[in-house]
């Protein structure tokens, strides 16, 4: 089992100048990371600087594990349907470069407000044809690619089943994040045990959840639901981590962790002990 760091995580440092996601490169390495997944917020990726990625990685003796990059197939127009359908087989190429063997991509963004099961079954088919023909075009890459519980549309881990279950293909699976189902206020735990038999990779992170009517202040954001929710650094937090991880391990996932912190906290702190937080429940609940 391999644990590293999404470079997300280091958004903070890459932002202030402190650190360039190549040199994140050698900080996860330095401090215990197996595996670094690529998040390209903050940087823009292009095939240089992926083969320049996949290089320093290389030399830090660590893995690429992993792409994750943004999609929204609910166009206004069938052009612009095709468009994002075509934008995202290129990044597919791009993830050949980085040498991943898995790639998430999202598929729909709406607010809360629009994104009830009505509209969500009457986008189904399309959404799913996307994904289909994205799969397809990755199939003789040996990229696996998938759907985060991610974005309110598709978060649901029904939502998320309902649509691998409709693409119908070998090589499309599911990121799980295991606290993205807070956000739309269902019980993280069990929905991690309904979506371990199509998982092909997991991110880890931990929130703060508070209840009442009034927003805790700078940091919170709002699940569907009302219920205020902030980053916070693994095993700090609110989240069942030992529930979640042991939820995993029992489905029988023996691929990459990829920790994620989105904290208020030092974004280096945050990560690292993320990291060693993750090791030491996973150890536990494996024994």
Not at 47 to 67: N, P, Y
């Amino acid at each position: 089992m391999r644990i590293g760091l999404s470079t997300y995580s280091l958004l903070k440092a890459f932002k202030s100048g402190s650190m360039t996601p190549l040199s994140g490169i050698d900080w996860i390495a330095r401090n215990g990371g197996e595996h670094v997944e690529v998040a390209p917020i903050g940087f823009d990726l292009t095939a240089e600087f992926a083969t320049q990625f996949r290089k320093r990685a290389e030399d830090a003796g660590i893995a690429v594990s992993s792409l994750v990059v943004g999609a929204n197939f609910l166009t206004e127009t069938s052009a612009a349907y095709e468009a994002e359908v075509e934008r995202v087989k290129r990044v597919v190429d791009l993830a050949t470069v980085l040498g991943v063997t898995r790639m998430r991509h999202d598929v729909a963004w709406l607010s809360p407000e629009q994104s009830g099961i009505a509209r969500f079954e009457q986008e189904l088919p399309r959404m799913a044809e996307a994904c289909q023909r994205i799969a397809d075009y990755a199939a003789s890459t040996g990229i696996v690619m998938s759907v985060e519980n991610h974005g309110f549309f598709v978060q649901h881990s029904d939502r998320v089943l309902r649509l691998v279950q409709a693409v119908n293909r070998d090589n499309y699976r599911i990121t799980l994040d295991v606290g993205n189902f807070c956000c739309v206020d269902e019980d993280p735990v069990a929905a991690v045990k309904k979506c371990m038999p199509y998982v092909s990779m997991v991110h880890v992170k931990d929130l703060y959840l508070r209840h009442q009517a009034q927003s805790p202040g700078q940091g919170w954001f709002t699940s569907v639901g009302g219920c205020h929710l902030r980053g916070a650094i693994i095993g700090a937090g609110d989240l069942r981590m030992e529930d979640l991880l042991r939820a995993v391990a029992q489905g029988g996932y023996d691929g990459d962790l990829s920790v994620e912190f989105e904290g208020l906290e030092d974004c280096e702190f945050g990560s690292l002990e993320g990291m060693k937080q993750t090791r030491r429940i996973w150890d536990s609940v494996c024994r």
